[in-house]
């Protein structure tokens, strides 16, 4: 079963898409390139396709969970101008369209500590172009912000699903130590050009508990039939701390954008 089973609809409308600097660099790679390619692993619901739509005219959405393939191809599959490829499965187990297919710009968003990390890299440089660029990136969650609200919740998390963080209905998340910068300085992809965004996130109470059902840390299923509960005490946990109506999150965007 997915780590994400059941929380598609309420990633799609409550994850937060990628800042716009982030949108300008990763465009900037391909803007001497004619008919660029893009090639998103663990794509999600597609907000990078969709954020990058413009700059690209293939692009080709790997994403192995079913409900949010289904949301991705519900906001990509409508595009003009640009051709669309889904392939419903695992990044390590991507397979190119075609023999001589090549990927000007691989993207990988929140989702690189899911994969075997070795082995997605070493599919990548068979199929990355000559002098495309990897780029890894993501900003941590909820759960790993360090605010006064959002320390109570993860507490109140933690009381009703244990204090190790969940990852799915079955399992629970496990830490990678190692900075990505050095995982990705260790393959053929070693030329790391790092930058760091900040980000002030506005949320709403109820914004907070949409995201939390889009995770694989606290969704819906999670809590069985406590639920209710929870979310009537977070809801008041929540409004006790928001400023009219409103939590900030700080946060720090990373993008990795690596080269041979």
């Not at 959405?61 to 640009?82: I, Q, R």
């Not at 840390?217 to 946990?237: K, M, N, S, V, Y």
Request: negative net charge; contains cysteine; aromatic residues 8%.
């Amino acid at each position: 079963m997915s780590k994400f089973e059941g929380t598609a609809r309420y990633y799609a409308a409550y994850r937060p898409g990628i800042p716009e600097e982030a949108v300008s660099l990763l465009t900037s790679t391909v803007h001497d390139i004619a008919s660029p390619t893009l090639l998103d692993l663990g794509s999600g619901t597609g907000q990078v396709p969709l954020a990058l739509r413009e700059a690209f005219a293939e692009i080709d959405v790997v994403e192995a969970d079913a409900g949010m393939m289904a949301e991705a191809k519900a906001a990509l599959a409508p595009l003009t101008g640009l051709a669309v490829r889904f392939h419903h499965v695992r990044a390590e187990d991507f397979t190119p369209p075609t023999p001589m297919w090549k990927a000007d710009l691989v993207t990988i968003c929140r989702a690189f500590h899911w994969m075997d990390q070795e082995k997605v890299l070493s599919l990548l440089n068979e199929c990355t172009a000559p002098g495309g660029a990897v780029v890894v990136m993501g900003d941590g969650s909820l759960w790993t912000a360090r605010t006064v609200w959002t320390d109570a919740l993860r507490a109140l998390i933690q009381e009703y699903l244990g204090a190790q963080r969940r990852a799915g209905q079955n399992s629970t998340y496990a830490v990678h130590d190692r900075p990505y910068a050095e995982v990705l300085g260790e393959s053929a992809f070693a030329r790391v050009e790092e930058h760091r965004i900040d980000v002030r996130r506005p949320w709403s109470p109820e914004a907070v508990l949409g995201y939390l059902a889009s995770t694989s840390f606290a969704a819906r299923p999670l809590f069985g039939d406590r639920w209710a509960e929870f979310e009537t005490q977070a809801l008041e946990l929540l409004r006790e701390h928001a400023q009219g109506d409103v939590l900030i999150e700080p946060a720090v965007f990373t993008v990795l954008i690596c080269r041979r």
